[in-house]
């Protein structure tokens, strides 16, 4: 398998205007003139530089593989072509988005509603968490575009309610996230479903050699579109490591919260009882706060998700369950209350703030057994954080509320 890369351009931006270098518009990418309106109605200017390099390879055909961080635009980099093609076709499943979690399901649903909006094109997406029939009754009734999770459409193939015999497209979105949750397999029994002359589109936040060797096996002569370096952190994120004793991150986390301008919020721990505890804690202190995990039904989960993209409570404690994938504009602050284990997280991670070129910050609270991980989440990310000591929290201080 050849494979030819693309630098995107980077983002320029001053205190008002975000551009790209050089600059582009929507109507020089060949889109159509009913996606265009639909760009246009969602008040998009220019496109981000993945969208820039990749809409118009995926619009002549080419296999694209797509590398970038969240908050890069590129949900849209394959949802604007897909859509542009399969406008005025045959009501056939045509396009297949595979994605690792029911929230990011949903967010690409939207994303292809949103687009879709001046044409006859359906879509369905199809998650574990809610009764499967609903879904089923769409998928029997003909769609266009199917987005979903691997697990239930394997269910949906079983019971033979959807068929792929007409498919075009199939897209690997988050590649590196489904195969960390152990989806290899369900991909590779999906992918012998559909047409094995198609077009593939793979997009991933870093690519791991799992995710390299997935794109060898399903892609032909793939070109990549490269947004910053591999496994680089958004520039528009500013970090900070906060040395502190485990048993004291939740109160150092409502001081921040009580005296610091943190306006919203993202919290990750790394255990689903560890997310309850700290809004215990939050609550206790007056503060605002919702949990979102594994544990929590769909309903809660998007309850939970809503409520704080709303405003309505301004910290959202999660784990890893949410650090990919999700569209939430205008978070100020993530926080990684636990040191994630993996390198890798901590760039999934923060990437949920500092989107769309705006700034945003990271803080990392680092226990005395977790400053090896520190130290490595620094050599992935090519640079030092800086340590910030609140006194009678820091290792060395004496501890007191």
Known sequence: ??????????????????????????????????????????????????????????????????????????????????VNQLIGGPRRTRALVLTPTRELCVQVEESVHKYARHS???????????????????????????????????????????????LEVLVLDEADRMLDMGFAPQINRIVADVPKYRQTLLFSATMPPEVEALARKYLRKPIVVQVGRRSSAASTVSHAVYP??????????????????????????????GADRVVRHLEREHIQATAMHADKTQPQRTKALQDFKDGRVRVLVATDIAQRGLDISGITHVVNYDVPQQAEDYVHRIGRTGRAAKEGDAFTFMA????????????????????????GFDFGTVAAD
Do not use: W
């Open 1 to 82: 398998m050849s494979i030819d890369t693309i630098e995107a351009p980077q983002v320029e931006q001053d205190e008002e205007t975000t551009t790209l270098t050089p600059a582009i518009t929507f109507d020089q990418l060949g889109l159509s003139a009913e996606v265009l309106r639909a760009v246009e109605d969602a008040g998009y200017k220019v496109p981000t530089p993945i969208q820039g390099d990749a809409i118009p390879l995926v619009l002549k055909g080419r296999d694209v593989m797509g590398l970038a961080q969240t908050g890069t635009g590129k949900t849209a980099a394959f949802t604007l072509p897909i």
């Open 120 to 166: 006859q094109l359906n879509v369905v997406s199809v998650y574990g968490g809610v009764p499967l029939e609903p879904q089923q009754k769409k998928l029997r009734a003909g769609v266009d575009i199917v987005v979903a999770t691997p697990g239930r459409l394997i269910d949906h193939l079983e019971r033979q309610n959807v068929v792929f015999d007409d």
């Open 244 to 273: 502190v004793p485990r048993e004291r991150k939740s109160s150092l986390l409502a001081r921040l919260l009580k005296e610091a301008k943190l306006d919203s919020v993202l919290v990750f721990t790394r255990t689903k009882h």
């Open 368 to 391: 005395p057994d977790e400053i090896a991980m520190v130290k490595s989440i620094e050599r992935v990310i090519g640079q030092p954080i800086p340590r910030i000591s609140v006194a």
